[in-house]
């Protein structure tokens, strides 16, 4: 269309110029391959369901977006996930809680005010676009804090740390890492990006229940896991790791890449849990319903989501409720398909979740931080469960059982 409308206009902006009727006319007509140069968008190639590809531009991506369609853009992943697809391991969870003695007195420290204190500074950002300054400028500022988080804690003399994981479009993820007494990992996530889907780069994106709830409740998580001893200097069984992933809304590229990253170096991540979307509950109650933690129960690992809920029936003081929410909805489905055993949670059923996002009204005055608490710990209570988990000893069981 762009190409046709140039086609038509360029002969009439020639035609439009005064000529001297001894000069010759030097305006050359377009080529069709200048006009595709001057004015093809890029285009990338998304996938909508498992096997269904297409090729887009970005301003198609929005569209489909803005109509509620989630999607992995691959154009620069294609074989994640291919790399060891006939050697990928069923992971083995535990049937119960062991560590409580442990967990239900760190729960206390979580605080409701560093969350909101954090994410005030986080959503005051224009934007956090993904291929804005402003995505840049907040990227920076999460990784300090983070850092600053860990030396708060004592935790860098140990070997704790937290660094970028470097993209070319400009906003990096971050990756925080508490070593273990193996290579085995555990890792809990939240993406960094906002987006306003009618002008990304140009339009106010506060984001602040997506996914700048998710981003601080994991940030709070792992402040108070950085509390345990036993944590910081490297006693649990397991590496864990809290991933921030940038361009998440671009179509899981950050967490692509990481994903694609681990893979490509055999590494063994255990279980990955996303946390996107923890603050909003006013769906839910002008619903009628119980205040409840949403467990997707599409596109994720089986054995890992009904141990998630095991562990909100314990640690929590608000049940679980079921729902889904489609392929390629969150960061999780990029570990799914690396072969990760992966899982989802969010701040309700996915109907009843925030209607302000992806836009300017995506703010935190909408938000609980009553119910942020109870993700917080949800997610402090299976990171530390799983990081000390003898994923080996619960595979060989459930071999012996089978004999």
Not at 151 to 164: L, Q
Not at 186 to 207: C, F
Not at 208 to 232: K, P, W, Y
Not at 319 to 328: F, L, N, S
Request: net charge negative; charged share 25%; proline share 3%.
């Amino acid at each position: 269309m762009k190409a046709s409308l140039i086609a038509l206009l360029l002969p009439a902006a020639a035609s439009a110029r005064f000529v001297e009727t001894n000069e010759a006319n030097r305006v050359l007509p377009p080529t069709d391959a200048l006009l595709d140069d001057l004015q093809a968008p890029s285009r990338y190639l998304i996938e909508v369901a498992p096997g269904y590809t297409e090729w887009v531009t970005e301003e198609e991506k929005w569209q489909l977006r803005r109509k509620g369609i989630r999607f992995m853009d691959i154009t620069d992943h294609t074989d994640l996930g291919t790399l060891h697809a006939s050697t990928k391991a069923t992971t083995v969870f535990p049937g119960k809680m062991q560590l409580q003695s442990d967990i239900h007195p760190m729960l206390g420290n979580l605080s409701k005010d560093l969350m909101k204190e954090h994410l005030e500074k986080f959503s005051s950002f224009h934007t956090r676009y993904y291929k804005s300054d402003y995505g840049r400028q907040s990227s920076e500022w999460l990784l300090q804090t983070v850092q600053d988080t860990i030396k708060e804690a004592g935790a860098d003399k140990y070997g704790v740390k937290a660094e970028h994981f470097k993209h070319s479009w400009g906003q990096n993820s971050v990756i925080a890492t508490i070593p273990g007494q193996s290579n085995s990992t555990v890792v809990i996530g939240a993406h960094q990006d906002s987006i306003n889907l009618w002008l990304p780069s140009i339009l106010p994106a506060p984001g602040a229940d997506d996914d700048g709830s998710g981003t601080v409740t994991i940030l709070e998580a792992f402040r108070v896991l950085l509390s345990s001893e036993n944590v910081i200097k490297g006693n649990a069984p397991n590496t864990i790791e809290f991933h921030w992933y940038s361009a998440e809304e671009g179509g899981l590229l950050g967490s692509q890449a990481i994903f694609k990253d681990y893979e490509s170096k055999g590494r063994d991540v255990k279980a990955m849990l996303q946390q996107d979307m923890t603050g909003y509950v006013q769906g839910t109650l002008d619903a009628g319903k119980p205040e409840s933690v949403g467990v997707i129960m599409d596109y994720v690992d089986a054995g890992l989501t009904a141990f998630i809920k095991k562990v909100i029936e314990e640690y929590c003081e608000i049940p679980w409720v079921e729902t889904q929410c489609g392929y390629a909805c969150s960061d999780h489905a990029s570990a799914s398909k690396a072969g990760y055993a992966s899982a989802f949670v969010i701040e309700s059923t996915f109907g009843e979740s925030d209607q302000n996002i992806h836009g300017t009204n995506d703010l935190i005055k909408y938000l609980s931080f009553d119910h942020m608490l109870q993700h917080a710990r949800m997610t402090l209570s299976l990171v530390y469960e799983l990081g000390f988990t003898d994923f080996e000893k619960l595979k060989e069981d459930e071999e012996m059982g089978e004999l």
